[in-house]
């Protein structure tokens, strides 16, 4: 059977094999994500110059904070960050002003709804994934804080201390997570809307134990997990846990088709992790400057041997460098044709 990229996405991410594995790989465009143009523009010329099977679309990385009124200098930024010069939740008892935001009336999410547009009609074959992030990690970013542990956000002084917030306000933490979650369900809608074929929905380094225990993370992120991800009716999802120690199979029970996370962290399983979804893993994203690319080459065959006789997406295990190196990105290509 010839498939199209349509067809072998659906098929992989429904938990079938295809005749073939599909790759893609992602990263920022540090200097063309400012605008729906600049960003649409870049990430069809990267699909297009790299013939990836899927495209996981890479807005900027504070985007979703943004829509809650996060402000950011664009010409300062320190690895995918730009530099917070405003957070909204200053002090504990402002998170109970935290409200729900229209997306027909949000600049930043109609950005994203109408660099959706034009990656439509430029890639009108390709399978596009909108990123997308926690109510949790929104949250945290709204408060100045970094979703990773030992990490602080460029630009934030001082941060709202999160796990003294969760104590003193945790009423208003509730409040606030539901106005983000129910913000994020009508986007997750309006995507589907411009023709979005699913979501790379992260919740970043939120599973983390160190960040917070799992009875915490199951009251302050999975309900509002669930209700984001629960909007999307037709696509695929693919959940993201980022980092070290980031618990991949506390996700099985979610609704989603694919489970993204690094195999080479610290404190994660590898691709031998038996879960019943579709795995999106295999070659550290960490060797993609350039001189590596025998080894990457050699990841890439380890992890196609080794999942084999499952339906698999071979990627990098999170976004690759700003400065990958076009051989680096073309050697992962060339391992699956």
Known sequence: MSF???QRFEQILTGKKADRPIVSSWHHFLNKEQTAVDLAEATITFANKYDWDWIKINPRATYLAEAFGNKYDFEDYRWVFPRQTYAVINQPADVWHVEAVEVATSAPLQEQLEA?????????EMPLIQTVFSPLTILMF????SSYVNQTMYGSDEPVDFKELLKSERSGVHQAL???AITMAQYVKELAGVGIDGLFYAVTGTAHPDLFDESTFNEFSRPYDLLVLNAMKKGKRILHTCGAHAQPARFVDYPVEGISWDTEAEGNPGLELKI?????????HTIFEGGDNGLIEQQAKKALDLMHDEPFVLVPNCAVSVKAAEEALNTLRKSVM
């Open 4 to 6: 199209t990229k349509k």
């Open 116 to 124: 959706m547009r034009l990656l439509r009609k430029g890639l009108p």
């Open 142 to 145: 709204l408060t100045g804080n």
């Open 178 to 180: 539901h106005a983000i």
């Open 276 to 284: 019943n979804k579709t795995k999106v893993a295999g070659v550290d």
